[in-house]
């Protein structure tokens, strides 16, 4: 499945692929990622929650059964 997510990732938006970069790489938390993109952090919760539909809605194009997302 890494290569799937990989290949979906690299399928995002950049402002999607940054923000989902910072959670799940070095897996800074939501506070430092505000820091880090000098936002608000309810700017940065909500980009995360349309990246991670956006890389969930790649997944199921990219064939990938949405029972297991």
Same mark, same amino acid.
């Given at each position: 499945? %890494? %290569?799937?997510?990989?290949?979906?990732?690299?399928?995002?938006?950049?402002?999607?692929?940054?923000?989902?970069?910072?959670?799940?790489?070095?897996?800074?938390?939501?506070?430092?990622?505000?820091?880090?993109?000098?936002?608000?952090?309810?700017?940065?919760?909500?980009?995360?929650?349309?990246?991670?539909?956006?890389?969930?809605?790649?997944?199921?194009?990219?064939?990938?059964?949405?029972?297991?997302?």
């Amino acid at each position: 499945y %890494k %290569k799937i997510v990989h290949n979906a990732i690299k399928e995002l938006p950049e402002n999607h692929r940054e923000i989902l970069g910072l959670i799940l790489l070095p897996e800074f938390s939501y506070k430092q990622i505000s820091e880090i993109l000098d936002v608000p952090l309810n700017t940065v919760k909500t980009r995360i929650y349309y990246a991670k539909d956006a890389l969930k809605q790649t997944l199921i194009k990219m064939g990938v059964n949405k029972d297991v997302l």
